[in-house]
């Protein structure tokens, strides 16, 4: 009986080890410069993106001095006029509009996020000849959120946010932040210390 306890009580260690094991496996992909990646890819959609998020900090953190930009225009406390270009901040992300409305983020580097102007091809209503329409589009600010898992020095944030199709990282530094300082807190008084445009583009 005891014998047989024992090979149950291993049966089960031996599963919980094999299970453990196989929350993850390994794969490669080649990135943009040719070079081959060893990536794990997790079960758990959400362990893999904070494993992602962890991996892209750790590899591509460089940081930066950058100046608070004053040219940005504020139309609204969700929106603002950026080198011609309409950046909105949606309203899942709208408790982070500083980051955008008061220059933190420099005109300059919201300009490359946009690019060059989209050519579209339309039709008038009323002469019914071709028109193009080269005028700037909008960038839209989503799922704008503090990468809390991310160990930091308590005057610095990690923060991440999409503008289709790219998803951007960016640390923001308050030298008179502490470690309980609100991320809300902390944005009032910080300055850009480094950017970053992940290469991976969503779909």
């Known amino acids: 009986m005891l014998t047989l306890r024992r090979n149950t009580l291993f049966i089960n260690l031996i599963s919980l080890i094999f299970a453990s094991s196989c929350n993850y496996h390994y794969y490669y992909v080649i990135d943009v410069k040719g070079n081959k990646l ?16 962890k991996l892209i900090v750790k590899r591509y953190y460089k940081p930066e001095t950058y100046i608070v930009d004053s040219t940005c225009i504020s139309k609204t406390d969700s929106s603002m ?8 901040v949606l309203p899942d992300s709208r408790e982070f509009s500083n980051i955008f409305i008061t220059g933190i983020i420099p ?22 000849k071709e028109i193009i329409d080269t005028s700037p589009k909008s960038l839209f600010v989503r799922n704008v959120h503090h990468l809390t898992f991310v160990k930091t020095k308590p005057t610095s944030r990690i923060l991440s946010f999409k503008i289709t199709p790219y998803t951007y990282y960016i640390e923001l530094t308050n030298d008179n932040a502490g470690s309980k300082t609100s991320i809300l807190d902390f944005i009032k008084d910080s300055r850009l210390t480094w950017f970053y445009q992940s290469n991976v583009v969503e779909i």
């Open 38 to 53: 060893r990536i794990k890819k997790y079960n758990s959609s959400e362990l893999q993106h904070k494993v992602d998020e």
């Open 81 to 88: 006029d950026c080198d011609s270009i309409k950046v909105l």
């Open 107 to 128: 005109c300059r580097l919201l300009s490359k996020m946009y690019g060059k102007p989209l050519k579209l091809k339309a039709i008038d209503a009323i002469t019914r």
